[in-house]
């Protein structure tokens, strides 16, 4: 299903890619996002790569493992308070329960339309 939210929301989205070097889910990470984006009629936003690569980054940076996905610099699944910092692979609970190495796509989908939705209203 594509929801377009006009290209001209898109610039004022950010959307940033956290990963690991010893993560093997960071290529399809990407894809999910960009595809997700795509839905939405947001394929103009640029989706910023950030590679951590020292333990002072990530403590840095508040990096919980990778994929960590920032949208507008607030993290998609916020991490719990004890999750562990550190180069680590990420994973995370989808909707139905069930654990992956990538965040749902509905969830990814609802924060990038609100990133959307908030950029408009404060355009």
Do not use: K
């Not at 070097?21 to 009629?41: I, N």
């Not at 990420?90 to 796509?105: A, F, N, T």
């Amino acid at each position: 299903m594509q929801v377009s939210l006009g290209r001209r929301y898109a610039r004022y989205v950010n959307v940033e890619l956290l990963w690991w070097e010893g993560c093997p889910s960071t290529e399809r990470a990407l894809e999910v996002v960009r595809e997700a984006l795509d839905e939405l009629g947001l394929g103009g936003v640029e989706v910023r790569m950030r590679e951590i690569e020292t333990d002072d980054e990530a403590q840095r940076a508040g990096f919980v493992g990778s994929p960590t996905i920032l949208i507008d610099g607030a993290d998609l699944v916020p991490a719990a308070n004890d999750e562990p910092i550190g180069l680590s692979c990420r994973v995370y609970r989808r909707r139905d329960g069930r654990i992956s190495p990538l965040p749902d796509p509905d969830d990814l989908r609802d924060a990038l339309r609100q990133a959307a939705e908030c950029a408009e209203v404060n355009r």
